[in-house]
Structure formats: C-alpha cells, structure tokens
C-alpha cells in the first residue's frame, strides 16, 4: 500500500452572525484581569518529550520519539513499565525523521534520517536489544520510504528509493536484519506504486498530461491493463488505501461521482463495490485496519475528527476512549493479535497524551504526555469558527484568544497561513497559536479554498487562484475578525510558511493596507522560478502543478504565472518584512527569498532577511527553532505592540546568520 457591489465589509459582518458571532463576541467581552505571565519560547518549540508511541507486533514493548542529548532518537520501553524507557538510537547530530516501523521480529525498528534538510531520507534498522543500526538503503542522495511490511516475512520490508534515477522509485525487498537488498521492479514510468501483504505489486499509477490519475492493474504475467481513471479533479480525495489478507478485495477513498471522499471496498473478481463510510460535511480521511487488513474505523475532520465505525468492534473502542478522556483520538499502531493498541488524544490547552487500549480488560491506561513542560501553562482555548468568503464558501477557520487583559477592546491580530497549499489546518495544541497567545495576539488560521478534507468542489475552487481569490480568503478572515470587534484593524501581522509564505508576500504586495508587518518564511516570490526548480521526485506530477497553477511550457501560462508572482508587484510594497530561508530547501530554493530579499532593498522597503545553513523546507534543529522565533517575536513587538520576552541565549547554538536588516529589529545584530 502506499503509504460585488456590496461593501466587503459590510458582507463579512453580516455574515458573520449566523452561528458564530455570539460565542465570540462573548469571549472578547468577558471581565478582564491582569496579563498572563510570560511563558518561555522553549516550552512552546523544543523538541517534545515523546512522539508516535507505538506497540511492538509481540505486544511487549513501546517504542516512541523522544529527545537524548537535544536530539530525538528512539526509545524502547517495556509496556507495564514505561519509567524503564531506554534509547536505542544514539543519533548526535540532527533528529531523527518522526516516521519508523516496529518490523514484525519485535526485535528491530525502521527508521529515517536525512541531512541538513535536503529531504533524501535514507533507511536503517535498529536491533533493540544491541543497538545494532544497519542501512537498508544508501547512504548518499537517495530519498526512500517504507512501502510495505506483513507479519508473514517478518525478517523484511519493501522499500522504494531513487538511487537509480531521481525522478522515480524502484521497488526493492530488503532484509531489515542483515541489509540485503533485492530489486523487485524497476519502475520507469509510475508516479506511485501498489503492493499487497504478499509483497506482490498488484497496481501502479500514471499521470497524463492533463492531470488525469491513470491506475494500471498488473496480472500475474507481469503485463499491465486500465484499472481505473481518476480525473484531475479527484486526486486529492482519492486513494488506495489497502489490499485485504484475501488478495481480492481493495479499500480505497473515493470522491467520483460525489463531492466528499468515503471509503469503499471492492471485490477485484466481479469489481463490484461496496459503500463502507461517509460523512455529510467533510472527507474520509483515514481508516484504521484489523489484522486481515479490513477496515475497522474511518475518520472525518470537519472542525474536529469524527470516527465512524465500519466493524462493530470498533464501537467499544470509540466508546472506551470516550469514557478514558476528552481530545480528538487517533490511533497509532497494533499489536499483531490486536489485542493491545496505542492512541493519542490531541487537545488544545494542555498537552496530548499518548494511551494503551486494552482491548483484552476493556480498559484504557495513560502512558505518556507529549509535553511535559506544559502541565503548569496557562494554555488558551482553540475555537472553531466558519467565516463566510465573498463569494460564498464556507471557511473553516481556527481562533486562539490571549488571556484578558485589563482595559479590553480590540487586540492586535496575527493571521498564521498553512502551507501546502494542499493541506489543511486542524484543532488541538499548536505552538504557534499558543505562542502568541502567550503575547497577546489574537491568533486566526483559515483554512482557504485549495485546503484539503472539505470535498474536491473545495479544492477545485482553488484552480489559477494561487493570488487570486484564494488571497480574497485571507482577507475576508481578516475582516470577519473585524468585523466581530476583535481584531484592531491597524495591528494586524500575517505570519505563513511556504505556501503560506507565498500568501504573506502577496500580502505585502497586493493587500498591504490590511497588515503592519508580514513574516514569510521560505515563501515563493516568482512562480516561474519556482517551477523551474522544483525537486526532481516532483517530476511525475508535475501536469497536476502546471493544470491547477499555470503551465509554464506556454506564453499565456508564462504570463498567468508572472502576474501572480509578488516580485512583480513590488509598486506597493511598503510594510515591514521579515524573511527566513533554510539554505538547503530543496523545495522552495533560497533564490526564491534571495531575489524578493534584493528587489525589496532596492526599493527601499524595510526588510529583515535571516538564514540558516544547516535547513531546509522547515527548521528541524530546536536551537534554530527558538532563534527564528526570537526574531519572530521581538519583530511582532514592534509592529503590533504584543509582548516580548528578551531574545537572551536563544541564539545558543544556532546557525542563525543576519543576512540584511538585522538593525531594524531590536535585539539582533546585523
């Protein structure tokens, strides 16, 4: 498996009675008290102090994430004794990838690692019982990942990586004791690859120019058919989920001939499908599996996760974890008999807890907090709330408030941005949020037409709006905060990263009377660039990139993309910015930063550029986190008058370099 003519305004603050206004409005007017004390950024960005526990095949142990040293390694803990946890990697330089596999010996674990950010995460197994580490794939330029693993070969795993050609992945089946690689099938025309629990490649996909997914099926000759079409417009809401043990039935996602993906079966002899779950209001996501590979539970996220039983065991599953605690549940792994299974309960003010289902006592039993450091935080309340776009969409967006202060009124504002853009935000703790909460921010994320789990009529909204109306989004989020009294509209800051840097510099250039300040972080500034740099595993979708973005490849597409690239708008950019760039992306290159960095400066608009050497598409190491969000911090202060903690140590051990700008920033050097 693989893995119009009314006033904007005027329309937001009318639409937003319906259903939300009272219960914000509400909190905004509330008594107000004394500030909040200021909770160090280290507590919000350090790395957790445990990650994806999961129980070993033979129900004896738990593996997890957890720091050693300030790094993450894994850890091993004995189930009925987690205080006896031990690592058993001893990795020194940079975390561990949070993905890893418990391989079905229940003596070895699966993990990746890739260096300075440069996304080739290579393969290796770890033996608990002498910390024995042997790679699986190589160890230079190779990006891979887990394709398959089965109780019936419990000595291996397939594994795909494109040692042979960058563009494409091989299929190989490798013994995770000893290292031994096998090449299964050289794959040089597929996007992605099907197997089953037999380690049989059952299924390969094609995209076509236009964007269409075309599935294969391949026969027991090794020869190929059409299996299935899913246009363009499904991609995102279509997937293979699993083979059953029977080799003849398939589980899949599907949103053809409906607007929400649900999940279904399929009988590969008669190809006669079967409904197995829905949900009215948003996608199935995810679905959970017995030891035949069936499907037990599947999952929605419309605001929040909703489960729906598919086998009735699932039923006192969902009824155990609710009589456990609150938070929305998801589960993380098995033991083979099924008998034992852990989950995490995800909450918004305090931290989230990692459990053990007992499915033998019916019971449940907390092992672990992700943060520990949290217990004594004053944590805020996350909100669901729906603003209404000019055009009609329901926006599903997320709303964290500081603590009251005395005085009330309108507060300073900081609209967070999802990258992607196709992703999506969720409910439950984010640091960003709680951040600047902490500071006395009102905190709004949005999740803008193009965000993924609300049907595929959702993301087709976003077809060429990159800078269109999916930037009309943002600002109807901004003005419905307005609009509900809590946003003062002349302390508003936008903060995004990647895509959702793109979207801060498009608001620097396209709508800067809306924002004080702007923090973009490895965001986009030319589309034609960008296109023309995108990583080579990119390759095979790239007819999905040039239908829904622009296509390159054409002089009105070349125009298209130029027009929707901020560094051709510069006219109108005024407002302060500060821009942060792992040097080692190879997603979003730093030439995308370097060039909008240069064009702004010679127009004399006020910018801070700051730079780590050793990141790439997101800042792994915490000393480099906590450096970012001392800038980031004392940048807000003096846009939107929020509170600061002085920037201290925080650069400790970071790779943090001010490349330009540092003097308009206080407490930096430049």
């Not at 990697?89 to 674990?109: E, F, K, M, P, Q």
């Not at 398959?148 to 960058?166: T, Y």
């Not at 309108?410 to 990258?419: A, S, W």
């Not at 296109?531 to 390159?552: C, E, V």
Request: charged share 25%; aromatic share 10%; hydrophobic share 40%.
């Amino acid at each position: 498996m693989p893995t119009a003519p009314i006033d904007r305004r005027d329309f937001l603050r009318h639409g937003a009675l319906i259903g939300t206004a009272v219960p914000i409005a509400g909190l905004v007017l509330q008594a107000r008290a004394e500030p909040a004390a200021l909770v160090a950024r280290r507590v919000f960005f350090d790395n957790p102090d445990c990650t994806n526990v999961r129980v070993s095949p033979d129900g004896q142990n738990a593996a997890y994430i957890a720091p050693l040293n300030g790094v993450n390694n894994l850890w091993v803990a004995p189930l009925n004794d987690p205080a006896a946890a031990r690592p058993v990697t001893r990795v020194t330089d940079r975390n561990i990838g949070s993905y890893y596999r418990w391989a079905y010996t229940s003596r070895h674990l699966v993990f990746f690692r890739e260096r300075d950010g440069d996304e080739n995460w290579r393969a290796a197994s770890v033996n608990i019982t002498n910390g024995a580490v042997v790679p699986l794939t190589p160890e230079q330029g190779v990006k891979s990942f887990l394709q398959e693993i089965d109780r019936k070969f419990p000595d291996e795993m397939l594994i795909r990586h494109n040692a042979r050609d960058k563009s494409r992945f091989d299929l190989f089946r490798i013994n995770i004791v000893t290292g031994a690689s096998e090449l299964k099938f050289e794959n040089t025309e597929y996007a992605d690859l099907f197997t089953d629990s037999d380690f049989q490649l059952r299924m390969a996909t094609r995209l076509a120019p236009d964007g269409t997914a075309e599935i294969f099926e391949r026969k027991p000759d090794g020869t190929w058919t059409p299996f299935i079409q899913v246009p363009i417009g499904d991609i995102d809401t279509f997937r293979l989920i699993d083979m059953g043990a029977d080799g003849n039935t398939l589980y899949f996602l599907d949103s053809r001939e409906r607007d929400r993906a649900a999940l279904f079966s399929m009988d590969m002899t008669t190809r006669e499908t079967r409904l197995l779950a829905a949900d009215d209001e948003a996608d199935i996501v995810e679905a959970t599996l017995d030891e035949q590979r069936r499907p037990v539970a599947a999952r929605a996220n419309r605001d929040r996760s909703r489960w729906y039983a598919v086998n009735p065991i699932a039923k006192q599953d969902l009824a155990d974890l609710a009589r456990h605690g609150s938070g929305d549940v998801y589960f993380l792994s098995d033991s083979a008999d099924r008998r034992k299974a852990s989950v995490f309960f995800e909450r918004d003010s305090e931290s989230g807890e990692f459990a053990l289902l007992d499915r033998e006592r019916r019971e449940v039993r907390k092992m672990l907090v992700q943060r520990k450091a949290l217990a004594d935080v004053p944590l805020r309340k996350m909100q669901p709330v729906i603003i209404p776009s000019r055009d009609g969409l329901r926006l599903n967006g997320y709303l964290t408030l500081p603590a009251p202060e005395a005085g009330g009124g309108r507060m300073p504002l900081v609209l967070v941005i999802h990258g992607g853009p196709y992703l999506r935000d969720v409910w439950g703790f984010n640091s960003t949020h709680q951040w600047l909460a902490n500071r006395g921010y009102a905190v709004l994320s949005v999740n803008y037409r193009g965000s993924t789990g609300f049907g595929k009529a959702f993301i087709k909204a976003a077809d060429r709006e990159w800078g269109g109306r999916m930037h009309d989004d943002l600002i109807d989020a901004v003005d419905w905060a307005v609009a509900q009294g809590i946003a003062d509209p002349k302390r508003v800051g936008f903060f995004g990263a990647s895509y959702g840097g793109y979207s801060a510099l498009m608001a620097a250039t396209k709508t800067p009377e809306v924002f004080a300040c702007i923090v973009d972080v490895f965001g986009i500034s030319n589309l034609i660039t960008f296109m023309a740099t995108i990583p080579p595993y990119w390759g095979p979708w790239f007819s999905i990139w040039k239908n829904r973005l622009g296509d390159p490849a054409t002089e009105a597409g070349r125009a298209f993309l130029a027009e929707r690239s901020p560094i051709n708008h510069l006219d109108r950019a005024t407002k302060p910015i500060l821009i942060a760039q792992g040097m080692r992306d190879v997603r979003v290159v730093a030439a995308e930063s370097e060039q909008m960095v240069a064009a702004l400066k010679q127009r004399g608009v006020p910018v801070t550029y700051i730079t780590f050497p050793d990141e790439g598409h997101g800042f792994v190491r915490p000393e480099n986190r906590l450096a970012f969000y001392g800038v980031t911090e004392a940048f807000l202060a003096k846009h939107l008058g929020g509170r600061s903690q002085p920037i201290g140590n925080d650069f400790a051990g970071s790779s943090l370099k001010v490349e330009t700008g540092g003097e308009l920033v206080p407490g930096i050097s430049g």
